[in-house]
Nanobody, 120 residues
Framework: HVQLVESGGGSVQVGGSLTLSCVAS?????MAWFRQAPGKEREGVAE???????TYADSVKGRFTIAADNAKNTLSLQMNSLKPEDAAMYYC??????????????????WGQGTQVTVS
């Protein structure tokens, strides 16, 4: 499995911005960000594939931007206009093949430990 290490979480005010990063030990075809709030199921936030395809959850479209730096094996998530409902543990996920649907948790073989985002 690919080793994934997230960073960048923290506490931010409503309307603020935060950038999360995920460093991978090797390349993956498909990488994604998920989040899980207390008492809720883990949900997909955004996905990016090596072919350039990007998908966002409706709840974050226009506010979040996912990007990959293949040279550095790094995945990022720029989060703007944060809302209280964005508060959650954010996880990086990766897989060597396309995952369908993109937010199918079981389709990803590698997961990071998560980084906490608090919005108040």
């Amino acid at each position: 499995h690919v080793q994934l290490v997230e960073s960048g979480g923290g506490s931010v005010q409503v309307g603020g911005s935060l950038t999360l990063s995920c460093v991978a030990s090797e390349d993956s075809y498909c990488m994604a960000w998920f989040r899980q709030a207390p008492g809720k199921e883990r949900e997909g936030v955004a996905e990016i594939r090596s072919d350039g395809m990007i998908t966002y959850a409706d709840s974050v479209k226009g506010r979040f931007t996912i990007a990959a730096d293949n040279a550095k094996n790094t995945l990022s998530l720029q989060m703007n206009s944060l809302k209280p409902e964005d508060a959650a543990m954010y996880y990086c996920a990766a897989d060597a093949k396309a995952v369908a649907p993109w937010d199918w948790i079981g389709g990803y073989t590698s997961w990071g430990q998560g980084t906490q985002v608090t919005v108040s």
